[in-house]
């Protein structure tokens, strides 16, 4: 069995998701932005001058970054949201090495169609953001 395996993490930068919260009197900007990690293999057989039954499967798994800034001058706290992410799966006939541009197209098409998944998981860590902000002031008060 020849195995093809591509890992990449690509970050996108545009925010998916923007919002701001009050906390304590002051606001902050919270900007969500996506990694995507997309893994790639080649499974199956190409016998010379037989007929092959490779095909590339692939996979991308979605994770949210949070960035919380008070304002734009300041640094901002990025954390990886906990959990799984949202995760794309597929597969294609031939091998990967000769696929990838169509693949990706394929990626790109399944997050686009999942974009409201994605903003939801941003929108479900809005009730985590005032104790991530009170732990961050504890950390630099000391």
Known sequence: MLSLVIATAVAASAPVHQTTVEHEGVTYHVNYRQTVTTKMRTIGISPGSRPGNQRCVWS????????????????????????????????VPGRCAGRRDYVETQIATSIENARDKITAMAEADRANLPGEIRAAQALAMR
């Open 60 to 91: 991308a798994k979605v994770q949210l970054d949070r960035e919380i800034r008070r304002d734009q001058d300041a640094a901002p706290l990025v954390r990886r949201l906990a959990g799984d992410g949202h995760r794309v799966e597929g597969q």
